[in-house]
């Protein structure tokens, strides 16, 4: 069966996309972010069959931010096992801010779902409990899944998190004090800032998310990262919770599981055919990249590979 060519298809998207841009804001809240031109605009798209077609930025390394948050899910679910870590984070939309610390109170320390930061605090804390160095690990564990080791933290960006992050290091003491914090609060926000600060391209990030469109193995190589079971958990997860306030929306234009990082990429895939990273600075209200939604917007649209 012959293989479509779905580069002019991005390179039309990409057109189209590039219009919002002008329309958001580069996330200024961490200083470094702030320095990234809000006119970049890449995308890569992997198949399961091992094509793969890329459009504009898409070799350019960015901040990964909260798309490293998929990747300690795995590594937590690994390390500590399903259960206990299922017993410490929920797994329903939380209709508040990805930072926000309201619920958090109100909720007894149990955070909604792993994709917002109280929970992404937590599973790191899975991961810091049981490990030596926990960026190392998470490191070589997104490195395998991509196939590559062209990816980097960037220390920078790390730095000028920690110093501008005192909402995460309320919501990591919140944490503690609710009993669901076990490492240091120190410990726990230094392996955190470092994890948001991993830098990669949208082709190595598209790979890096191939297995989840896969059953949980890397087409590339044959291995296996996953049991299908987690894959499809984590999918799930993606589409109900990926996009913080904005899943909803983002929902009901694309239709596909993603998910988004302040350092405006989107990661998004469609089980059984293809992985897809989208990535352009600018973001809406939400923290979702503007362009990046529209993006994958369109191409569910112009292609019909949305899930429903
Ligand atoms: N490092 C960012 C933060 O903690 C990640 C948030 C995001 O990408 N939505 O605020």
Not at 3 to 29: C, N
Not at 42 to 57: K, L, N, Q, Y
């Amino acid at each position: 069966m012959s293989r479509p060519d779905l580069t002019p298809l991005l390179d039309e998207i990409a057109v189209e996309a590039r219009k919002s841009i002008g329309r958001g804001k580069v996330a200024d809240y961490i200083p470094a972010l702030a320095r990234i031109s809000p006119g970049k605009f890449g995308m890569a798209i992997c198949g399961v069959d091992g094509t793969e077609f890329v459009t504009g930025d898409a070799d350019e390394a960015f901040s990964i931010q909260s798309l490293s948050k998929v990747f300690t899910l795995v590594l937590a679910l690994q390390t500590i096992g399903s259960a206990p870590l299922w017993k410490r984070v929920g797994r329903e939309p939380s209709g508040t801010a990805f930072n926000s610390l309201v619920q958090l109170e109100s909720e007894r320390g149990l955070p909604r779902n792993p994709f917002i930061n109280a929970g992404a605090i937590v599973v790191t804390d899975a991961i810091t409990a049981h490990s030596v160095s926990p960026t190392l690990q998470l490191l070589g564990l997104v490195r395998r899944f991509a196939g590559t080791d062209a990816i980097y933290i960037d220390e920078e960006v790390a730095r000028s998190e920690a110093e501008h992050g005192h909402r995460n290091a309320a919501i990591a003491h919140l944490l503690k004090s609710q009993g669901n914090l076990k490492a240091r609060v120190e410990d726990v926000l230094a392996a955190y800032y470092r994890q948001c600060a991993v830098a990669m391209s949208c082709r190595d990030m598209a790979r890096a998310f191939l297995p989840l469109a896969n059953g949980g193995v890397q087409p590339k190589t044959g291995e296996k990262l996953m049991v299908p079971l987690r894959a499809k958990r984590i999918n799930s997860l993606m589409l109900t919770c990926g996009l913080y306030d904005g899943v909803g929306n983002f929902a009901f234009r694309v239709g596909i599981p993603a998910k988004s990082g302040v350092g405006g990429g989107i990661a998004a895939v469609i089980p059984g055919k293809y992985a897809i990273c989208v990535w352009s600075p600018e973001l809406d209200g939400l923290g979702n990249s503007l362009a990046g939604t529209r993006a994958l917007e369109l191409f569910a649209r112009k292609t019909k590979l949305s899930i429903f």
